[in-house]
């Protein structure tokens, strides 16, 4: 059995992922936990979720769960380096979907897993979404700079970064694609007196409303033409189902920094 522990264990993903991992067949939890002062803190981890008691008890301390644990699910918006810290040097592999990552957060990630640290690092961990990482790049690589890129997203109303991690991956992969700078070719959203599109911009628009769970467009457009790959979650059973790929995934990896398309093996164009 896999032994796992979920951070942000009472959050919207963190009950999906109580939920997948007790139910699964070669899984158990082993830890729980959220943030000081969550008005959940005490309570068991499967009620939580709307289960039958787990005989886990959400705490705020990672430190005492990871002896003889196998693998941390984070997907807090809190501590995520320093528990990914704590449990790599505790022999855990770490499987993160925390969205809201620094630059700087991401490049000690890759630091922790060169120095020995098993992780699957990923802004979203659906197979669709993944794919569409990958059809993006060969799109961006193949169309020329007559096809310009807009990214369009949409979440829920509660959302707290923008754009979303998924969106920043897929500027990431178009503008390196494109050969584009980061910080000087991309356009977060307009406003007022823009004057006419350079070719080698990209447009990134972050939506907000309702219940969204998750939608992202690539727009390819050109004179006469127009291309659009589209991704939509309507649950986040997908996330949660990924997670748990990932978390098998480490079980057999050598230590290094991954992404869902290596859990799922989809091939690079």
Excluded: W
């Amino acid at each position: 059995m896999i032994k796992v522990i979920v951070t942000g264990a009472a959050g919207k993903m963190g009950k999906l992922l109580v939920k997948n991992i007790l139910a699964a067949n070669d899984m158990s939890l082993v830890g729980a936990t959220e943030y000081e002062k969550n008005p959940f803190l005490g309570k068991d981890a499967g009620i939580t979720a709307g289960l039958a008691e787990a005989n886990i008890n959400i705490t705020s301390e990672l430190s005492p769960l990871l002896s003889g644990t196998d693998v941390l699910i984070d997907f807090s918006t809190g501590n995520v380096l320093e528990n990914a810290k704590l449990a790599v040097n505790s022999g855990l592999g770490v499987v993160i979907g925390t969205t809201a990552l620094s630059s700087e957060q991401k490049l000690e990630l890759r630091k922790l897993a060169e120095s020995g640290g098993k992780i699957v690092f990923s802004p979203n961990m659906s197979i669709g979404v993944n794919l569409l990482f990958s059809l993006v790049e060969k799109v961006a690589k193949t169309l020329n700079e007559n096809y310009e890129i807009e990214i369009v997203e949409m979440h829920h109303n509660q959302k707290k970064d923008a754009p979303s991690g998924t969106a920043t991956k897929l500027v990431e992969i178009a503008a390196d694609a494109r050969n584009l700078n980061l910080d000087k070719d991309i356009c977060y959203g307009r406003n007022g007196i823009t004057g006419a599109r350079p070719k080698h911009e990209i447009g990134v628009h972050a939506l907000r409303g309702g219940d969204v769970v998750g939608e992202h467009t690539v727009i390819f457009a050109a004179n006469g033409e127009r291309i659009e790959l589209t991704h939509k979650a309507s649950s986040r059973e997908t996330f949660a189902h990924g997670a748990l790929e990932a978390a098998r995934f480490l079980q057999k990896a050598d230590p290094g920094l991954y992404t869902m398309q290596d859990v799922l093996r989809i091939s690079k164009p």
